[in-house]
């Protein structure tokens, strides 16, 4: 007999964020990840995996989580599905290196019920302070290797669907140079989570080339203060717009968990600026929505 | 012939900021504002004045402004009076000591007007680090006082409401040890207007004599680091919950100036824990509504 697609789900998404923290442990080469487990009042609970201060990560946040029970009803209108009943299994991740050469990476792959609706959403994306186009094009490379293995529709419309939900309309710009970005999956169940096991299991290999084409760049101050600067765009999104953040904070998710996407140090300046033609100043050209194969 | 209220109170904040700005780097002794004249694509404008690394102001922000226009069908909503037409002049501030020992201090008064309905609105509330009774005592005075001059039902009443709106319910906990908040007074307006000019003109009597009792205390890297943290909850508060930046940014405010709220330097760190009884531990006993006087 095979087990509901819900509890499969929920067991590759526990081992993923064993061999991704496995990965990126061995990547760092000093630093381990703590794991705490917790368990959700409402029902469900989860285990944050969280490395700080490493060699290559001043903050890595690797989140497992399944929980179920009672939606709000002033939330559950905004979803598919009848009913306050749901359930919610995911991954979440977000990587910050410490030197301002390596990029900072998000990632999400996450099962849905409510009532009988269930589906599947995720994705990835690259946010980098001095980007490098063969970065970009890597990235963007890796996920669309593994859309086309499942249906060549669909990169382009999940990277469109990145470049529209990662942006930040008060700075009218992208949060980085995006990647793929999907929700409400509700084709058929099998062939949904053949594809979101596939990408996630695409992660290291998007990422990790990056990591080690750049973390042994020299950098001083300059572009450590723009970083800082640069994570403040990253913290306005996650708490004016990200629906991950809301949705967890809403259904009482563990704030610890949920917060730990922020970054471990951030700058706020006003009205900064930057000489034209800086690589700082340049950095404005790439936070726009663009082709990068 | 009297002007029309609007407009008293438009030249009322404008003073206020000059007489503000100016007391501040008086009392900073190092540095000196900067000032930013701006214009609102939709009509009106503000002056925005930030002083940065000063010998006791990390940031301070002082933003004057005075915009009108239309509003925004979907938010319009949530306001009283009638139609899209506004009018909404006032000052906010926002001051960050370098030094954890003084807290932290914000303040709005401001006038709004949609279609024929007028309203006041304003308020402070102090956010310390390492709180000492004496400080909460001194503020809450203050603006018990000129509450009292005008109303005697009234301080109670705002004290409340301050609680109730400078409240992380993610955090299960207040942002400081509030002060007085009120919002759509609607009552006589020429009473309600001299209401505001009173409270106004005793922000810095109810901030500067904390500030001269703290700022020579010694601190350290303990100190400084609680700090960063604790500035992280403030921009969480303004980030997640605040009406006054979810105002400006719908309504095409200038997000500089809007998010010259934010500290120069924030830090998160994942589920941060102290000893039982040390005083940073202890702040959370302070992060609970209760009678300061």
Redesign the interface.
Known sequence: MTEPIEARAETFFRELQQTICGALETEDGTALFRA?EWQRPGGGGGI?R?L?DGALFE?A?VNFSSVHGQLKPDFAGALPGDGLDFFASGISLVLHPKSPMVPTVHANFRVLRRGEARWFGGGADLTPYYPEREDAVHFHRAWKTVCDRHDPTCYPRFKKWCDEYFYL???QETRGIGGIFFDTLQRDAERDFAFVRDAGATFLEAYLPIVRRRRELIYGDRERSFQ?LRR?RY??FN??YDRGTTFG?KTDGR??S???S??????????ARFPPGSREAQLADWLKPQEWL
Do not use: A, F
Request: aromatic residues 6%; charged residues 25%.
């Open positions: 705490d944050s969280v700080t903050k946040g309309p008060h700075r800082l403040g913290v306005e708490l004016l904070l704030t610890e949920i917060l730990m922020l970054p471990p140090l951030v700058r706020w300046e006003y009205d």
